[in-house]
């Protein structure tokens, strides 16, 4: 079984992009990388999501079986992002989960990181009532400029955990091998 990562550098929580790119990851997920790395894939789990903190939007998939296949579902999904003229119900369904992560209660050790983090990057009540108003603004013309802007093929970087019958092809992928 593999894992498999791929992430694009972004933009923090108070950057005006970084709602917008949240919505995105939702909208992968839903609309393609579900069916693509799951279903058909066989995948025990995959998606895409944004990290406000690391500033990065992430492709990732677990208890994989296939490799090379996942990491070109993630561009596919790219290509069908770009190439698709996006339904609204898609788009609402980003924003209605992106909204659900955001109000729902956390647990005791799940609101102090989240206190802590808040804490360490400076962000305020108003700031985050700031970016939750700001997913509910977001438009399909919004999820396409950013995609355009920040999903580009040179600035991804890939990481795969793997075994190790799995070397030569890894080499073939170019990646960069760490044994561990």
Aim: net charge negative; proline share 5%.
């Amino acid at each position: 079984m593999n894992f498999c990562a791929k992430a694009y550098p972004t933009v923090p929580a108070d950057h005006p992009d970084a709602p917008v790119l949240a919505v995105l990851a939702g909208v992968l997920r839903n609309g393609f990388l579900h069916r693509a790395v799951r279903e058909q894939g066989g995948a025990y789990g995959g998606g895409a999501s944004h990290d406000t903190d690391a500033a990065a939007l992430r492709f990732y998939s677990y208890r994989d079986p296939r490799l090379a296949e996942t990491l070109a579902d993630f561009d596919r999904s790219i290509d069908w992002l770009l190439g698709e003229t996006l339904s609204w119900r898609l788009v609402e369904e980003a924003i209605l989960g992106v909204i659900g992560s955001i109000d729902k209660p956390g647990s005791p050790a799940g609101e102090a990181r989240d206190a802590f983090f808040n804490n360490l990057f400076g962000r305020t009540p108003e700031q985050r009532k700031r970016y939750r108003q700001r997913v509910l603004e977001v438009r399909a013309e919004d999820i396409r400029r950013v995609g355009e802007t920040y999903l580009l093929p040179e600035r991804a970087s890939v990481a795969v955990i793997t075994n190790g019958g799995q070397l030569e092809l890894c080499k073939g992928l170019g990646l960069e091998i760490h044994n561990l």
